[in-house]
């Protein structure tokens, strides 16, 4: 996945359609809840890119309203979180924001 991505995606909630434009790594965090599906993601599984994937979670839900989900995951030491993505979004563009 490239480091500069932008994506033009479709939020369709509360019978209502609205497009976004998002880049950098919100956009790559996006890209993953789509891609990953009901799996969801951890931190863990994105960690080559995603240093600060709760703060681009965040973003996520407070600047563009998605619902995203957080469970939490028992492992060896502890317990980790997985994100869901569970409002509907369809991603329209896939692009470069150079």
Not at 37 to 66: C, P
Not at 70 to 84: I, L
Request: proline content about 2%; aromatic content about 10%.
């Amino acid at each position: 996945m490239i480091n500069d991505i932008t994506l033009l995606f479709t939020v369709y909630a509360n019978k209502e359609m609205k497009q976004y434009l998002v880049s950098g790594r919100t956009a790559q965090t996006l890209y993953a809840l789509v891609e990953a599906g009901k799996r969801g993601i951890t931190a863990l599984e994105v960690n080559s890119w995603a240093y600060r994937l709760a703060s681009y979670i965040y973003d996520l839900r407070h600047d563009y309203g998605l619902d995203i989900s957080t469970t939490a995951e028992p492992h060896e030491g502890g317990k980790h979180a997985r994100y869901h993505l569970i409002t509907p979004v369809e991603i329209n563009e896939v692009g470069s924001s150079n």
